[in-house]
């Protein structure tokens, strides 16, 4: 690889939980265990490395490119599935659910900003927020992107889950003061000692 192509993959790698967290969210559940998500997901950061080669958007439009690759992608795998013709409809519903899962975990993390430094300082909080989300126990971080990012009721996530109302409560609890812990890791515990 040359130089542009190392820069271009250093940049785009702290995407990487972002995209698989986008691509849990999205996928056919009847396609889970077929799709190989890591796959779609490095299929689309090389797809966006190869882009950027070609163009080099600002860097608050990595994000919205990389939301378009990944919809491609998973649009592309769920047709490999199915024996359905082509549906261009389907696909622009995908795009436009990866845009609100997207703009879900925005708000999870902060409020408008408009600043172009400040867009781009968005970006790499939802980057550190996918990969603190993959770090947490499997049945919490399924527990809130059932629940905070997909906007599930608490009584549907139960259900997915298998659990009780009571437990999937405290899932989230337990997830989120996790979160807490990993993205703000100076400031104490909710649940710790008091100083």
Known sequence: MNDRVDEMARRLEPFRSYLGLLARLHLDPVLRGKVDVSGVVQQTLFEACLALQQHDPAGDAVAPLLRQLLANN??????????????????????????????????????????????????????????ALDALPEAQR?????????????????????????????????????????????????DGPAP
């Open 74 to 131: 998973l649009a592309d795998e769920a047709r490999k599935f199915r024996t359905l013709k082509r549906d261009g409809q389907r696909e622009q519903p995908l795009e436009a659910s990866l845009q609100q899962s997207s703009a879900r975990l925005e708000a999870f993390l902060v409020a408008e900003q408009s600043s172009p430094s400040e867009r781009v300082g968005r970006a790499e909080e939802l980057a550190r927020l996918a990969s």
């Open 142 to 190: 399924q527990a809130i992107e059932l629940h905070y990012l997909r906007g599930l009721p608490l009584v549907e996530v139960a259900e997915q889950l298998g659990r009780s109302k009571s437990a999937v409560a405290g899932l989230l609890h337990r997830g989120l003061d996790a979160l807490r812990d990993q993205l703000n890791p100076e400031e104490p515990s909710h």
